[in-house]
């Protein structure tokens, strides 16, 4: 199986650290209540993945106040994931109180097409690619980033991917380069003006002036930026970073 955005993540059932009877979906909630991230690590006591965890942990607040659960996945027996999560808080400070999922025989990694066979453990077994993938209530997979053993990951940048995520769910806009919650957002693509003045009103997005539209009458203008609606209004923006003409 190769998964790609919009697939439906399947369903993890088996051990956790905690408990014998997992199941991802049920965790998530089976009626679309919470958004969930799936954080793929090579192996238990990895000192990159130890550091990821401990980050992932002090961000739990973070996560939960934007409805997200978090769950760890690695090719490893539950006992072996108690000693790890030991090891997490010494060198971390923070405990793991999410669930990470074992999967000591790779039936799940196999499933998912997940495991590097250029990245072997002390048995000449292959090992997970450290993935993460952000799923929607509905179990689809709305973003997926992979990274090499030797890169750790940015929560912040995970953060943010959320909160993109979660906007544009319900939102007819797209985040620009660099967004962050609160800054300008795209008007999104498919919307002609006359869709966007309905949408944001007369004068509610900026079109920026570009020489390939320069003296067309145009029904859409493919580059317009209103403000983040699910902010207040507020001056600034990247409305000031641009040339741009107000829309009317």
Known sequence: MVLTINDKFPNLNGDTQDTSNFDLYEYLGN???SWGIIFMHPGDYTPVCTTE????ASKKADFDARNVKMCGFSCNSAESHRGWVEDIKAATGYD???PLFCDPDREKS????ILDETNKDTK????TVRSVFIL???????LMMTYPATCGRNFDEI?????SLQLTSGESVATPVNWKKGDDVIVNFPLTDADADDKFGKGGYRVIDLPSEKGKELTKHYLRYTKDPSKPKRGGGLFSMFSKKEKK
């Open 31 to 33: 009626n679309n209540e």
């Open 136 to 142: 929607k209530p509905d179990k689809t997979i709305a």
């Open 96 to 98: 793991v109180d999410f």
């Open 124 to 127: 000449g077994l292959p090992m």
């Open 159 to 163: 953060l943010r991917c959320v909160d």
């Open 53 to 56: 965890l401990g980050m992932a």
């Open 110 to 113: 196999v499933e998912l097409g």
